[in-house]
């Protein structure tokens, strides 16, 4: 049992100098400014998720602005089918519904520039991301690809 401490003492000593050495050689990397190339990497794959996922909102837009197209030409058919009822005009009876059907139109109608703008600013901010994300890829080719000598 005595010849066991003194082993057991060694094995701590020696597990006690590694661990100190591990927690050194970690504090030191961490120390160390971080590889510009790894940098770029890095700021390149967050601005390529970006660009995608702008594109698809900006493609997502466009396709509710079509739809929302699409919806506004059936509102205006609906408008002037009922214009075209009687050569003398929208007949009485109708009028109310006709009227309904107008304003609801001129209302949606009055929407469009709004929602367009939107999806316009949408996709200037997504050129915006793509031109930063082209930007920093020529970096990283050229920080990858220059002789030592430059």
Known sequence: ??????????????????????????????????????????????????????????????????AYGRTLDSMRARVRGMETLDPRGVPADSYDIYIDAFDAYNDSVGQWPAREDSVRALDARCREVALKHNDLTDSLRALLFSSPQD
Do not use: K, N, Q, T
């Open 1 to 66: 049992m005595e010849s066991l401490r003194p082993r057991l003492r060694a094995w701590l000593i020696a597990a006690g100098v590694l661990l100190l050495l591990v927690v050194g050689f970690r504090v030191v990397r961490s120390l160390r400014p971080p590889d510009p190339a790894v940098v770029l990497r890095d700021s390149i794959a967050v601005l390529r998720a970006s660009a995608d996922s702008c594109r698809r909102d900006v493609d997502s837009g466009a396709a509710r602005m079509r």
